[in-house]
């Protein structure tokens, strides 16, 4: 018999079921509510910054971010070959053209050396991928993006809970957007969030999010904006994640360093910074030319997904300047839910 194991799935417990009901019997269910303020306020504490904006979901976070800061027509942005597609997506919704660039060996997320190759008069922002929760190098990213007056944009869609020495994702970059997909280390179904620590920003994102309402008058719409709210259930889906998030995280990093310690050998394990703290997304490996089936094994299959696909391989990435590659190797993803490794067998298939 053919079993199959989830990639991903969520960790949801009473504390969750208790928050949403809570929700639910308040009536508070839209875009206003109690936990919608708690999760910023508790978001941004855990980022160490001052200010996160609460989104619908990831992609949305990420248009917001660059919106806010005047992306637009005729700019270009620089955004990694390898990432969820999601990241370039977001640029073209300003009307910016994405520049493509190699990632570096040693991470898998963006080098920094073909970023600095690519920057021109018409480079505006970088979008730095924290890819499969590996921070991506932000000390020589920060240094580039002041040099030339560049946004420094981490999407850490994949990374909450990393670090880089003892700095944690969201205060890296001057603006950070996270994902709460079901698959993410913490989820609200579907969710997002930008941290930041620019007031200005901040204020902006918060403008835009809400249809272009100014604040400070009801129903005064001062420019075209998009409603890229949260809801109140999903705030409070955040809120009982939050506190549980030692506990999620500390089970997911069990699970990654069983698949690290099994596989490594036949496969090669996405490596990891010196310096770095990765937060526990998923254990990936690049796996040899030939072998990115998935294969039976006895009476269980081993369940991997794929990883993401080089974004310059796409039709539209095509048309868009980008430099020569190494990030074309096929990679598998393996499961890290808490609860995975007791059902998925350690295989290098
Ligand atoms: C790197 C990256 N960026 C952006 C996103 C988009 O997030 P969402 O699915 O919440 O829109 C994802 C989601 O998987 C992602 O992995």
Redesign the pocket.
């Known amino acids: 018999m053919t079993r199959r194991f989830p990639v991903a799935r969520p960790c949801l417990g009473e504390l969750e079921e208790r928050y949403v009901l809570d929700a639910v019997r308040s009536g508070w269910i839209s875009s206003h509510g109690p936990y919608l303020r708690r999760f910023e306020e508790e978001f941004a504490a855990h980022c160490g910054v001052p200010a996160a904006v609460g989104t619908a ?6 248009h917001l971010a660059l919106a806010a800061a005047g992306i637009g027509p005729g700019d270009e942005v620089v955004v990694p070959a390898l ?2 597609v ?2 370039a997506n ?1 640029v073209t919704y300003c009307g910016a053209t994405p520049v493509f660039v190699d990632v570096s060996p040693a991470t898998w997320c963006v080098d920094v050396s073909e970023v600095a190759a690519v920057v021109g008069p018409r480079t505006r922002a970088v979008v730095a ?3 499969y929760g590996h921070p991506a190098d932000y000390g020589a990213l920060r240094r580039l993006c002041d040099r030339h007056g560049l946004l420094l944009v981490g ?1 850490a ?2 990374s909450f809970g990393g670090r880089v020495g003892d700095r944690r994702v969201g205060e890296l970059a001057d603006v950070s ?1 996270f ?3 079901g ?2 280390i913490i989820t609200a179904g ?3 969030c930008v941290t930041t620590v620019r007031a200005d920003l901040a204020d902006r994102m918060r403008l835009l999010r809400n249809q272009g309402m100014d604040p400070r008058r009801r129903y005064h719409f001062v420019e075209v904006g998009f409603n890229y709210r949260m809801t109140n259930i999903a705030a409070a889906l955040l809120c009982a994640q939050l506190e549980r998030v030692r506990q999620i995280v500390g089970r997911r990093d069990e699970i990654l360093h069983r698949y690290e310690e099994a596989l490594s050998g036949p496969l090669d394990a996405q490596p990891v910074a010196a310096g770095v703290r990765r937060a526990p997304w998923m254990a990936s490996f690049l796996v040899p030319a030939g072998r990115h089936r998935t294969r039976a094994t006895g009476s269980s299959r081993s369940w991997t997904g794929a990883g ?1 696909r080089p974004g310059r391989s796409s039709s539209r990435s095509r048309s868009c300047r980008h430099t020569r590659g190494r990030s074309a190797a096929p990679t598998r993803s393996r499961p890290t839910w808490p609860g995975a490794a007791s059902t998925c067998p350690p295989t290098a298939t």
Do not use: H
């Open positions: 979901n990831g992609t949305v976070a990420l990432t969820y999601a990241s977001a991928v924290d890819l999407d869609a994949e957007t994902s709460f997909f698959n993410k579907e969710g997002g993401w």
